[in-house]
C-alpha cells in the first residue's frame, strides 16, 4: 500500500495563491510513476468532489469546470510527488484537499472516486473573503 502525505495547505485570503504538495512513500511507492494521481476537495455535509488529475507522466491533465484556468496539477515521478498550484483562490474554494492514486495504470486520467485506491489525510485550505 502507498502512503500519501499532503501539505501546503492554510489561510489565504481571496486573490492568492497556495501550492498543495502530496508525497507517496511505502513499499510500493514505485508504482507511482505509472498510476495517475488526482486531487479532490471536500467541505462538511458535501460529497468529495473532483479537482483534477494527471496520468503518469504528466502528458494528460483533467479540470474541475470551476478550476479550471486558476489551478494547475504537476507532477515529479523523482520525487513521487503530485503538486496543485492553485491560483485566484475564492472563498468557494475552502475545502480539506485530498490525493489519490489510482487504481489503473496512468495512460489516461480519472475524474470518478471509484477509480483511487489510495487516499492522504487531507490538507485544510481555507479561502477568505
Known amino acids: 500500500q502507498v502512503q500519501l502525505v499532503e501539505s501546503g495547505g492554510g489561510l489565504v485570503q481571496a486573490g492568492g495563491s497556495l501550492r498543495l504538495s502530496c ?3 511505502g513499499r510500493t511507492a514505485n508504482v507511482f510513476n505509472v498510476v ?3 486531487w479532490f476537495r471536500q467541505t462538511p455535509g458535501k460529497e468529495r468532489e473532483f ?3 494527471i496520468n503518469w507522466n504528466g502528458a494528460t491533465t483533467s479540470y474541475a469546470d ?6 494547475t496539477i504537476s507532477r515529479d515521478n523523482a520525487k513521487t510527488t503530485v503538486y496543485l498550484q492553485m491560483n485566484g483562490l475564492k472563498p468557494e474554494d475552502t475545502a480539506l484537499y485530498y490525493c489519490a ?3 489503473q495504470y496512468g495512460r489516461t486520467c480519472y475524474q470518478a472516486i471509484g477509480d483511487y485506491s489510495d487516499w ?3 490538507t485544510q485550505v481555507t479561502v477568505s473573503s
Open 66 to 71: 470551476s478550476v479550471k484556468g486558476r489551478f
Open 120 to 122: 492522504g489525510q487531507g
Open 51 to 53: 479537482v483534477a488529475c
Open 23 to 25: 508525497a507517496a512513500s
Open 101 to 103: 492514486k489510482s487504481r
Open 36 to 38: 495517475s494521481m488526482g
